[in-house]
């Protein structure tokens, strides 16, 4: 028996989790127009899609002549553990093929779409939907965001092509960065100013003005894949010139701070700190990615003993923060700022950066 107490825990785990959103129609659209090209002749799989509410299963059934697909292969997850996040109230987890619209009306029908009831829960990791996965050519989806790192190591171990969507974060994740530092995957064209709205019944926290009913908002979200884009070759066009003062180097890694992505300079031939929206921008052509601040990184060059840390308001206390960020050394305490001490030498902590060169100079 379920006590009241476990039951509540319960739904804080899923809470937590917080997995059960949709993908919008015109988001899907906005994104997959740059990649028709790939499309021709390919098996898609979206394993992570109930076809009853996914965008996704609308867009490449309704798509699936104009881009020439083979087939579309659709799984649907039933989660064991049923809450009041579940929107899917069918008894099993049900697996689709369709194979393109017959009587040539135009509609996915019904007669033309197989659902089929799966024997398990439908987890993209169980051995039913990785048979599928074996048939497919390319794999879109939202996938659950607490699973992405072993979402995208199965579709890496399975050599498949992708598009899918994730939380900016997983790029600083030690499964997905060196994938990216090894430009076996990369950041799609992406959701305007990184903000997607979802179709999710979790509590509406949007201001007034864009508050919609059932619709969730998440700031951060991007693209990942390692299909080819005409954006990856472009050129960022940089116009600044590199100047010591303007770009200090840090004291725990071999490279200057750049802070916008904008500013990077057009003549420095060493290692750059940039902010992690600099893949947003980022040519293999043009730059080489070396490492990243994120402390399990073998870049990491310098650890400091245990710091005190000076908040703004003046508080103090002894912590080894400094060790998970580039470190830049100032002159003296700042005031109205947090710091760091160590020894008689004061430091600033920046946001975490990914380490770039300029290959081209
Ligand atoms: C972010 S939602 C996106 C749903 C849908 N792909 C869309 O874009 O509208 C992620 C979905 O993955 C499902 N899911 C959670 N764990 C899963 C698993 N282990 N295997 C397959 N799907 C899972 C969740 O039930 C949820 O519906």
Known sequence: MVTKASNSSLQ???KAKRDEFYTQLPDIERELRHYKTHFEGKVVYCNCDDPR??????YFSYNFEKLGLKKLITTCYKSQDRDLFSQNDSESAVYLEYEGDRNLNNVPD?????VKPLMGDGDFRSTECVELLKQADIVV?????SLFREYVAQLMEHNKKFLIIGHQNAIKYKGIFPLIKDNRLWLGYGFTRNMAQFMSSYE???TD?????GMIRISGVQWFTNLDTTKRHEDLILYRSYNPDDYPTYDNFDAIEVSKTVDIPMDYPGVMGVPITFLEKYNPDQFEIVGTSQSWDEQRSKAYPPQVQVSADGRKSTVMKLNDAPALQLQSPPAGKTYYAVGG???QAVYARILIRNKRL
């Open 12 to 14: 804080e785990a899923k």
């Open 110 to 114: 019904v007669e033309e779409i197989g």
């Open 204 to 206: 509406n926290t949007m």
């Open 53 to 58: 509410v996914s965008s996704f299963f609308h």
């Open 141 to 145: 989806t939202n996938p659950p965001f």
């Open 345 to 347: 030498d004061y430091f």
């Open 209 to 213: 003005l864009d508050r919609q009913e």
